[in-house]
């Protein structure tokens, strides 16, 4: 076992994540029971018990909900610490960077928390309908929920065993820096341009959202994910810093620049999430769920003006635009 | 629409009881008009109990049905059962069933704490529940330290906090004196008054004759025999 | 009521309660509502069964107590000692032969200074002295009067003393909290003499104490002249314990590390991210070794707590069946206990913090600091300097009240999903 586990931020992480694994262990076999057994239409005991074993699964879903929410942020901050005595490291991007199974370990955990969003939207609707119609859907997400929520305590744990706090690793000006004859930006896209779709498609969100048009609605979301992403990180994020080759994702979590990284990411994953999740559960329910949407647009707009903010200010007190970034002419290590 | 807020058909409950079944209830038919005020008469023993709460949805039936207001109450989802109870019905029961470390205005609240409505609505509902019920003078007085009629008035101005359309009320003088009683009684005339459908389950001899009681069945052995 | 439906022998959807179509400031209003009369229900109704919950809260603030003393007290030492290390130079290099520290030739710093990227090359004149008399082996180190580096450091240690003036006498000596102490205990005044190697007798006055915020690792530290410790020591003039010397790229540091191990045989050269690292190796492993004996204490904790939901008094039985019966939904029931649950943890978790703060940054630690700092010479009312981020708040909160609401999921549950008649029995 690697001796990082004795640092106490990672060792809490992890036996926090492994509580929150066995609480769900002892929750399948109601999971597996619901799913074989599960007939509404019956009014049997065996129903009426299956109906009350129903909400043991609530809470634990509520519970791991709660829980991932908090300890996401927790993850980010530990590997933030561990980039003190990571050589090379600068904050948290080069942290996980150190593995190729550390940028999966965290899409995985955005893939969590996304489904646990899907769970709770599918379950609302679920009781709320009244007779029950998502149940099953709900069941098969839940185990499913299980199964990935077991591969990423899997990679958690084989992630820190492997970090090796010796090996020289990369910093995000090397991680995210506009590298000698490679445009990191993506479908090609300069920056102006990408800024501008970054606007249209936030637009076309809003309007398909308003005209009722579902399909639209979540391309228009979809796209709107990357193009976020990529905006924030080399062209907002740079005005967030006021440095122009500074795109790391992660240094604005930090009190220097006032923590906004929370409200920045925190808004665009949560209107993304309700939004995306809203339009899974419409197609996967065939029930409109409009709050959500609503709620989504409403985040995602929060978003979209908090980013301008940053651009319109410093524009306004230093009257010009920051300035290009020169690339690095360094060559990023395969 | 049905004539009959209350429809009850082929109704049975049992319990498992030595390899066997102990039937509480068999073949039960009973229909209830809205506004109606039915006794339900018979000893201990007898399923009165059972078939209010069968009625209020707080125990499910084996087989049979139970539509109120034309809604099969027995095939409801929990949560929908729970909503069905808390507006529409109120159920006085035999012992009171108050929680003794609450006070009185609490203990009356507590339907109306799971309903969705204000605070200011469910202050005035509680107090109006109160003054029906002649108990508004030991709104902050602990549960337990009332005395059986006191308490018997606040279960009763629990039952009627979210205004429900059906009153079932399970031996309500048992623990009563007689003045208490027949206060009792004079309530019970008010609240069919109003229009509520009141269906008392009893065996005191007093009810027997209500004026206003529009039948009284007997009950024995799991069925109504007249 | 509603319509009549006719019955299929499906179960279907009233749609007198249906999900009606709500505007989102109703449906949120609604939902918000409800919960806050449910929190505010719990409350009260904790109030008056808080006897039953007494022992339940004792334990755990015992648990945070402990948890947050042991955390507050690594967090204060590492976040101490880390920034002493941020005044220390980036590089040391030393002479070390079969695992001994070896005198360098005061030469070797020309070598330094000519590798590119290298500044404020110091040589230092330091060691430990066995004091008889007080049966401990104390530092004395030297400072050079004409050296800005040192004076730099040493100003942030020793604070408002007149470097110069003190400088300026030649049997000066500035000594740490733990040898003035017991100076004052055993000699009564204010004077050392030390014995050099030749047996030659050297007198140094006391001039000044150092300051307590530095007593963590100047505690057993005594300052004086640079010529004063190479008598002491019996090192000649030509001659350096080490050399400290700064790098501001830290791109670079790998190479100028290999330039200056080939500047003489049997060189370590110590960066100071390799210091940290031993500092935070240090705090790791005592800090998680009573984490681990911690979590062996949460098991039986966790135990106790289900134990304790798991086995429902009858009239909190009876409770729950008169909710249920009067109307709550199996949610409805479920929110409560959840509310009641939260309660309790923050009320365990906001007591057993503050209590530790207090033991801790009030008290001294008594007791728990001698277990970490038991070889540290310290005087016996040492100040921690408190230092508690949002993220040592975390781990103390994930630490207790992961545990506990995982203990207590399953038995409330169960209470919440029981049936209201066997309840109300």
Redesign the interface.
């Known amino acids: 076992m690697n001796p990082i586990f004795l640092d106490r931020n990672i060792f809490v992480y992890a036996l926090s994540e492994t509580v929150v694994w066995i609480v769900l262990f002892f929750a399948m076999p109601a999971a597996v029971a619901l799913l074989r057994y599960w007939d509404f239409s019956s009014y049997t005991a065996l129903q009426f018990r299956l109906e009350r074993r129903a909400y043991l699964l609530m809470s634990v879903a509520v519970f791991v909900f709660v829980l991932k929410l908090l300890l996401f942020p927790y993850f980010i901050f530990t590997l933030d610490k561990l980039s003190a005595i990571v050589p090379g490291a600068m904050c948290a991007a080069g942290v996980i960077s150190f593995d190729p199974s550390g940028m999966h370990l965290l899409y995985l955990k955005i893939a969590v928390l996304f489904m646990l969003v899907l769970w709770l939207v599918v379950n609302q609707y679920d009781l709320a309908g009244g007779n029950y119609r998502w149940s099953r859907l709900k069941y098969r997400l839940f185990v499913l929920l299980f199964v990935l929520i077991s591969v990423e305590l899997w990679l958690t744990l084989r992630f820190f065993n492997a970090l090796d706090i010796h090996a020289v690793l990369n910093c995000c000006a090397t991680l995210y820096g506009l590298l000698e004859g490679m445009n990191p930006l993506p479908f090609g896209l300069e920056k102006i341009p990408m800024v501008v779709l970054f606007y249209l498609v936030w637009f076309f969100a809003l309007f398909s959202h308003a005209a009722r048009k579902p399909l639209r609605h979540f391309a228009a979301l979809m796209l709107f994910a990357v193009i976020a992403y990529y905006s924030v990180l080399y062209f907002f994020g740079t005005y967030i810093y006021e440095l122009p080759g500074h795109h790391c994702p992660f240094c604005m979590f930090q009190r220097d620049y006032w923590y906004v990284g929370y409200a920045v990411w925190g808004l665009l994953a949560g209107g993304l999430f309700l939004g995306i999740a809203a339009l899974v559960a419409e197609i996967m329910m065939r029930e409109k769920v409009s709050l959500l949407k609503r709620i989504s647009s409403w985040l995602l707009s929060l978003f979209v003006l908090l980013c301008t903010v940053y651009v319109v200010s410093y524009v306004i007190r230093n009257g010009t635009l920051l300035p290009e970034e020169v690339s690095t002419g360094m060559v990023m290590p395969m | 629409m049905s004539q009959y807020l209350i429809e009850i058909q082929d109704l049975e409950r049992f319990f498992a009881e030595g390899g066997g079944r102990l039937y509480v209830l068999q073949n039960l038919c009973l229909n209830v008009k809205r506004g109606e005020c039915v006794v339900l008469q018979g000893i201990s023993g007898s399923g009165k109990t059972t078939l209010l709460n069968l009625i209020a949805g707080i125990d499910r039936p084996d087989s049979g049905r139970i539509l109120v207001g034309g809604e099969p109450v027995n095939k409801l989802s929990d949560r929908f059962l729970s909503i069905f109870r808390g507006r529409h019905v109120g159920m006085v029961f035999q012992h009171y069933h108050l929680i003794d470390h609450l006070s009185v205005s609490q203990n009356v609240a507590v339907p109306l704490t799971a309903a969705d409505m204000g605070f200011a609505e469910q202050r005035q509902r509680v107090r109006q529940a109160m003054a029906l019920a002649n108990i508004s003078h030991k709104a902050d007085s602990t549960a337990a330290t009332l005395s059986g009629g006191e308490k018997q008035r606040v279960a009763i101005a629990r039952a009627l906090a979210s205004d429900p359309e059906i009153i079932l009320c399970d031996e309500p003088t048992a623990n009563l004196d007689r003045a208490n009683a027949e206060a009792l009684i004079v309530l019970f005339e008010k609240l069919h008054n109003m229009g509520k459908t009141v269906i008392i389950a009893t065996h005191d001899p007093r009810f027997l004759s209500l004026p206003f009681a529009s039948r009284v069945l007997r009950m024995e052995q799991g069925e109504i025999v007249s | 009521?509603?319509?009549?439906?006719a019955?299929t022998?499906?179960?279907?959807?009233?749609l007198?309660?249906?999900?009606r179509r709500q505007t989102?400031w109703d449906?949120s209003t609604?939902i918000i509502?409800?919960h806050r009369?449910?929190v505010l229900?719990a409350i009260?109704?904790l109030g008056?069964?808080l006897s039953r919950y007494r022992g339940i809260l004792l334990l755990s603030i015992l648990l945070v107590f402990i948890i947050s003393s042991v955390?507050f007290l690594?967090a204060s030492l590492r976040y101490t000692l880390l920034e002493a290390l941020d005044a220390e130079p980036d590089f040391v290099v030393q002479k070390v032969v079969a695992d001994h520290q070896k005198t360098l030739p005061a030469t070797l710093g020309d070598g330094i200074v000519e590798i590119a990227g290298t500044t404020k090359i110091t040589p230092r004149v330091y060691g430990r002295y066995f004091l008889e008399g007080m049966q401990r082996s104390i530092l004395v180190m030297g400072v050079d009067f004409l050296d800005e580096q040192s004076h730099r450091i040493l100003e942030e240690i020793i604070g408002k003393t007149d470097l110069n003036h003190f400088l300026s006498d030649r049997h000066a000596m500035i000594v740490g909290r733990s040898v003035a102490a017991w100076m004052r205990e055993h000699r009564g005044e204010k004077q050392l003499y030390f014995v050099s190697p030749r047996g030659k007798r050297i007198r140094l006055k006391q001039y000044a104490v150092l300051p307590e915020n530095s007593a963590l690792f100047s505690s057993d530290m005594v300052l004086t002249r640079i010529e004063n410790a190479r008598r002491i020591f019996g090192m000649k003039r030509s001659e350096v314990s080490d050399f400290s010397f700064n790098a501001p790229n830290e791109i670079e540091w790998?190479l100028i590390k290999v330039k200056v191990a080939s500047l003489a045989h049997g060189l370590r050269i110590v960066d100071k991210?390799e210091s940290?690292?031993v500092y935070?190796?240090m705090f790791?492993?005592s800090?998680?070794f009573f984490?681990g004996m911690l979590?062996m204490m949460l098991i039986p904790f966790g135990m106790i707590l289900y134990q304790r939901y798991a086995q429902v008094y009858t009239?909190e039985m009876?409770?729950i069946?008169?909710?249920?019966?009067?109307?709550?939904?199996?949610?409805?029931v479920?929110m409560l206990k959840?509310a009641e649950t939260v309660m309790l943890i923050l009320v365990g978790y906001v007591t057993g913090v503050a209590l530790a703060y207090l033991y801790v940054f009030t008290a001294g630690a008594p007791g728990l600091a001698s277990v970490f700092l038991g070889a540290w010479n310290l005087p016996a009312a040492y100040q921690f300097t408190p230092h508690i981020d949002f993220?040592v708040l975390?781990?103390v909160f994930?630490?207790y009240a992961?545990?506990f609401?995982?203990s207590v999921?399953?038995p409330?549950?169960k209470i919440?999903?029981s049936d209201?008649?066997k309840a109300?029995r």
């Not at chain 3, 007198?16 to 999900?19: D, G, V």
Request: a positive charge; glycine letters at 10%; proline letters at 4%.
């Open positions: 009521m509603s319509r009549g439906s019955d022998g499906k179960r279907v959807i009233p007198t309660l249906s999900f989102v449906l609604g509502m409800t009369k449910i229900f009260d109704n008056a069964e955390i690594t790998e991210k940290r690292k935070e190796e790791n492993f800090g998680s984490i979590v009239s009876r409770m069946g008169i909710l249920r019966a009067t109307g709550w939904s199996i949610g409805n479920l959840s993220f975390a781990s994930l630490l992961l545990p609401s995982a999921l399953f409330v549950w919440a999903a209201p008649v109300m």
